[in-house]
């Protein structure tokens, strides 16, 4: 099942339509879906893959709604006309600025010159760096790529890691074992995750290893194949570290540096991995590098004048 609520509806007939003619497009196309609406909230019910599918128009029709105050009835006959067809694949990059469709309605898109620069590298480059401060969204777009390459079944499996390095805390101190310690610093990759995927399906995933959450240390010594893996706060990777995450590179897969190099972590006199790598890669067939600034921050709008101010105090 799934639920999804049509954000800002005023009246449910711009969206659904005069006597709900537009939910009864969805009906004939889905007849074996039970399709529920109640206000501004519609429920989805049946077997997975076609729930997919439906919610995939559903967004679509969202998307409309948002840029145009209403749903027109021919533009759901078309939209439906071009996505039910069986095992249909979500958007492609250039097609549209949306790279997945996520929980509770989200639609996770590209919204900035940086991120839809960030898009169109992965998609031509099997190594794509993304540096840029905090807020610019990196790390999401990455992960929203890999859900997307996942659900499309180019991959079988996304691996995402980070450096544990402590930003002015010492690890030690924490209490509980290694893996309590550990799991503050892959936080925000979970968040990410939760956001696109269903949370039992999640847990599902990472049980069986279709996703992997992990400290860098834990790459060493293994070829990471048929996956999309991205390295997040790269910065704080030693030289070591970044050069053996990177030759861990199988030939069907795809990975994501991301970084910010105003943010080092790692004590003093230890180079970090990420400044080296920008240097001494840079020109190599098949690798990619996107620079974001603080005109791509999408947080609040205080990030961006906080960033500007330590970059002139630097």
Sequence with gaps: MKEITIPALQNPVDFFGVNDANLELLRKKFPSLKIISRGSDLKLIGEDDLVERAE?????????????????????????????????????????????????????????????RLVTSCNRNDITFAIGPAGTGKTYTAVALAVRALKNREIRRIILTRPAVEAGENLGFLPGDLKEKIDPYLRPLYDALMDMIPGEKLQSFIANGTIEVAPLAFMRGRTLDNAYVILDEAQNATQSQLKMFLTR??????????GDVTQIDLPKNTPSGLVQGLSLLNGIEGIGFVFLDGSDVIRHRLVREIIEAYKKED
């Design 56 to 116: 995939a128009v559903v967004m679509e029709m969202v998307q409309a709604y948002e840029s145009r105050g209403r749903v027109d009835h021919t533009f759901v006959a078309d939209l439906l006309q071009g996505k039910s067809e069986k095992n249909a694949p979500l958007p492609a990059s250039g097609e549209s600025d949306i790279i997945v469709y996520g929980q509770h309605g989200l639609v996770v898109k590209a919204r900035t010159p940086g991120q839809r």
């Design 249 to 258: 590179m199988g030939p069907s897969a795809k990975m994501v540096v991301t």
